[in-house]
């Protein structure tokens, strides 16, 4: 299994529509990410949790929710999802210390229409 | 100005070729450097990470970081077909308890010619 498992891979929904895009790990870290990559901008940080009651926003939070049910998991929700939320999702986890790097899973292809 | 910056590409090289991935930085608090390699409709993986400046060799990949020049470079011996993929650079200031999130380059689209 895979250290980092998102669910779905793939989603197309309609405008207006709420979905929840959801992250599972296994690596016992504590933190935990979710960002978006769009063509053009890169990777752009929409929250990010450093432990179950830590819950921070990151630079494009408008329009996103998230919840982080254990420590383990972490959900990103699009409470009314817009065309311009087009987008690939990934989460990553992380752990405090020198050098580390995160580990990202394999991402969701999300499709607003 | 952004933070990170680094060309997007595409660069094209035969293979065999040595090949160079560059970002520079702005922002003079960053201390650790590190290469993410991504392939297409794949997650980033960490290839590389080096800790202030100097250089960091593991196998074929060099990492070297210029803090005076604030570039960091990414070299690819022997590159292979396989190399072929977006690397991103990524870098972050010292955790002092705080958040201590990475900030990213747009990625470099890397083609390795067979």
């Known amino acids: 299994d895979a250290d980092v498992t998102q669910t779905p891979r793939n989603r197309i929904t309609k405008t207006g529509k709420r979905i929840m895009l959801e992250c599972s790990q296994t690596k016992g870290h504590d933190r935990m990410y979710w960002y978006r990559q769009d063509p053009g901008l890169g990777l752009r940080l929409i929250y990010y949790s450093f432990d179950v009651k830590d819950i921070n926003k990151g630079e494009i939070s408008d329009g996103y929710s998230v919840s982080r049910q254990a420590q383990a998991k972490f959900s990103l929700s699009l409470e009314s999802a817009i065309p311009n939320q087009t987008a690939l999702y990934f989460c990553?986890?992380?752990?405090?210390?020198?050098?580390?790097?995160?580990?990202f899973g394999s991402g969701t292809r999300l499709t607003v229409v | 100005q952004k933070e990170v910056e680094q060309d997007p590409g595409p660069l094209s090289v035969p293979e065999g070729a040595i090949v160079s991935l560059n970002c520079t930085y702005s922002n003079s608090a960053f201390q650790y450097f590190m290469w993410y390699r991504q392939y297409s409709r794949k997650g980033p993986e960490l290839l590389m990470y080096?800790?202030?400046?100097g250089n960091k060799e593991d196998g074929r990949f060099t990492a070297q970081v210029d803090k005076s020049s604030k570039y960091i470079s990414l070299f690819i011996r022997d590159s292979q077909p396989s190399d072929s993929a977006t690397y991103l650079c990524?870098?972050?200031?010292?955790?002092?308890?705080?958040?201590?999130?990475?900030?990213f380059g747009k990625g470099t689209h890397l083609i390795i010619q067979p």
């Open positions: 080096t800790y202030s400046s």
């Open positions: 990524a870098m972050r200031g010292y955790s002092g308890g705080g958040a201590d999130g990475l900030t």
């Open positions: 990553a986890t992380s752990e405090p210390g020198q050098g580390d790097g995160y580990t």
